[in-house]
């Protein structure tokens, strides 16, 4: 009861107070306002209430903790996303310098260049330009008459020697029957001389015969290899020389990679490594392995000049181009439908596969990740269990 009638007094001083007029009037009566309402409290009301600072923080600290804390995170994750970005940055620039790929690969095949054995007019042309031929299929055939006739003399010639050496051995065989009063040892070494030089004749002539048969075979031009006839222009009437190539057959059979690695790569290059083989305008990869690997290009300073003297191409010694070695690549896998043709663009890519069931993409992010930072670290150096002849 006592402290409403205080505050009933305070009151009705405030309202007194409002009616007063200018800036000091009002910090005045604020001050009696605040003066009274202490006086109003007894003592152990006052005691017994706590503080308002002890039991909640104000709601001004609370939002500049948060605002601290905010700040902290994006400073901690801001620095987290840059050594990331580093982290990933290091690992590309060390794949795109010193791991092993390249762009700079080829398609390349065995081309067969067929020539006659003999020589003559083409009478029959087989094949057609880009069309498939099996080994020993016929291309083209040679006018046969001329051989033919060759081939029928051979064997007549053959026949004559045969009946001439039949005669000379009989002549022989009686002269060594007869006595020495009959004939002397001269006329019998004489008949045994002829009968061995017609025996002779008789093989000359067989072999004639056979080489005519031969020469009479080789009219028939075959192809040495399965693959395709290219850049035929060959016709009917055309006349083919002996040991001049007129035809050109692709070896199916023989088709390989060539990938030019630039020599700061080579120490990542091993014998049998898997090559993953991607053609332009193909996103399936062919599957090779490497067999070998060049061991000599042509040095364009070693060539001697007009004089004599050595020819040396002047060079900027703050730049220097790495030299591209050929590495062969032997073809295990072609995707199906993708035709192979030489001379065909190639993206080469290794990979150390000697432990194929360690080789998950964990694996080889990890593996990635480490050879690059070793590189870094350490420098470049060859792979080890890598047998490069």
Known sequence: MHGATQDKVIDQEELGSAS???STENKVSVELRAVARAKSEPPQSREQKPSAAFTSPPVEWRTALAQVLLSLWRKLATLAIFLVAVLISLVVWDQYVVAPWTRDGRVRVQVASVAPRVSGQITQ?????????RKGDVLYQIEPFDFDVTLRLSKALLEQREAD???KKLQSERRKQLSELSTSREQQQIFEGSSRQAKAAVDAAREQVAQADINLKRTEVRSPANGYVTNLLLRVGD???EGVSNISIVDTDSFWVDGYFE???LAQVCIGDRA???LMGYSAPLIGHVTTITRGVSVSNAAAGAQGLPNVDPVYTWVRLAQRVPVRIAIDRVPLGMPLVSGMTATVTLRDDSRPEEKTWLYRAKAAVGTSLSHIINGVSQRPRCVTS
């Open 20 to 22: 007063l007029s200018g």
């Open 125 to 133: 042309l087989r094949v057609a330009d880009n069309q498939f031929v």
């Open 165 to 167: 050496s039949y005669v």
């Open 239 to 241: 006349y083919a020389h």
């Open 263 to 265: 020599e700061t790569k």
């Open 276 to 278: 993953d083989v991607t």
